[in-house]
Structure formats: structure tokens, C-alpha cells
């Protein structure tokens, strides 16, 4: 799974039609530069593959203000949301400790309905479980990682980690039943991405590469 394309297509979804500056703009903002591989070149390679692709649809707009050709803003299609909604919901119920995919499958949850999103993450730590118990034929945990000398504690930190995830998983879920956060058809979602000016607290300080990408 990509985490680029999630993020891209969710933060293009947001905005309804948003140029490549905004999309990295909101990216920067979730602080996805730091956990993901969304970096400048990569975000950009992602809008025009995925225009391509027929997941995005390309608007030729007028010169920006600071001068230059036109730039290209992006909608997404209706393939893209379908898309979009495939790689959220494989994302959560998926299990393979990848931080990034996780992560942005979260960042997205409430694009589900609320009990989409409450089955899925049951179904994620049925497959934690089940991970665990393949690693647990070969590995007790109550008999401490010296067991396998120091490559134990490979599988003691794989052992903890699926023991973390899903133990956060349930308190989501608890929270999510009690009615936390407002869910697809649910009522006005929560703006997560930046307004056209609004300045980004997390910008990066290297000059952009334009908006005419």
C-alpha cells in the first residue's frame, strides 16, 4: 500500500480542487513530511500519476499572482474516491507495522460511516491477534527474549508492539462508540486541511517549486 496516494487523494478531497503548493501545504501541516514519504518531488510525481490514472481530473487555471505559467489544479474523480475509500479501509484493518499507512488510515477514519469505521478496527485487531499468535508458536513471552538469545528481542519488540496497537485500538473504538468526532453523513466533517492563504505553522523553509506543477 502507498501512503503517498491516501494522503494525496484524501487532502484533494478535502479542498474540491487544490493545486500542488496546497496539497503539500496540508501534507507539511499533518506533519506527514516527518512520518511518510511525503516529500515535495513525491507529491507531485503522486498528482500526475494519479491524473493519469484517471483518479484525478487536471484544471488549467490562471497565472498565479507572483507571475509564471498557469497552474494545474487537481478534483478528484469518482474512480479516485473509490480509491481513496479502498486504501483507508485495507489500511485499518491491515496489520504489517508500517507507521505511515496506519497513521493516514486514522487521519481518514471519519470519511466512514461510524459504524464502518468501528467494524473495521475490530477487524484489525482480529488480525493483531492472529499475528501474535503465528509469532507466539515460536516465541513465550512469559519466558522472557533470552530464550532465543538476542535475536528474542526482535520478537519481544514485535510481541509488545502488537500488544500496544491493539490495546489503542479498543480505546478508539470505545471512543468512537461513545460518540466521539463526527462521521461521514453525520453532519459538517472537521476542515483538515489549510484555507487558500492560510499560513502553515509547519512549512518548510526550502522556496517551493511553484504552483505551475
Do not use: C
Amino acid at each position: 500500500m502507498s501512503a503517498i496516494r491516501l494522503l494525496v487523494l484524501g487532502a484533494v478531497r478535502q479542498h474540491g480542487r487544490a493545486h500542488g503548493y496546497q496539497v503539500r501545504g496540508d501534507l507539511e501541516y499533518w506533519g506527514a513530511h516527518e512520518w511518510s514519504n511525503a516529500k515535495p518531488g513525491s507529491i507531485y510525481h503522486a498528482l500526475k500519476q494519479m491524473a493519469k490514472q484517471g483518479l484525478l481530473r487536471e484544471h488549467e487555471t490562471a497565472p498565479s499572482t507572483a507571475g509564471g505559467p498557469p497552474r494545474t489544479e487537481y478534483e478528484i474523480t469518482e474512480a479516485g474516491t473509490e480509491e481513496y475509500l479502498r486504501l483507508v479501509r485495507e489500511a485499518l484493518t491491515s496489520y504489517d507495522q508500517k507507521m505511515d499507512m496506519k497513521t493516514a488510515a486514522i487521519g481518514a477514519v471519519v470519511d466512514l460511516p461510524r459504524a464502518e469505521a468501528v467494524s473495521l478496527l475490530k477487524e484489525r485487531i482480529r488480525r493483531i491477534e492472529e499475528w501474535r499468535s503465528a509469532v507466539t508458536e515460536h516465541y513465550v513471552p512469559e519466558d522472557g527474549p533470552e530464550q532465543l538469545g538476542h535475536i528474542g528481542e526482535i520478537m519481544n519488540l514485535w510481541v509488545h508492539t502488537a500488544d500496544t496497537d491493539a490495546e489503542w485500538t479498543r480505546g478508539l473504538i470505545a471512543r468512537i462508540e461513545e460518540g466521539a468526532y463526527t462521521f461521514a453523513g453525520e453532519g459538517e466533517p472537521f476542515v483538515g486541511v489549510l484555507a487558500e492563504g492560510q499560513e502553515n505553522p509547519y512549512a518548510t523553509k526550502e522556496p517551493h517549486p511553484g504552483d505551475s506543477r
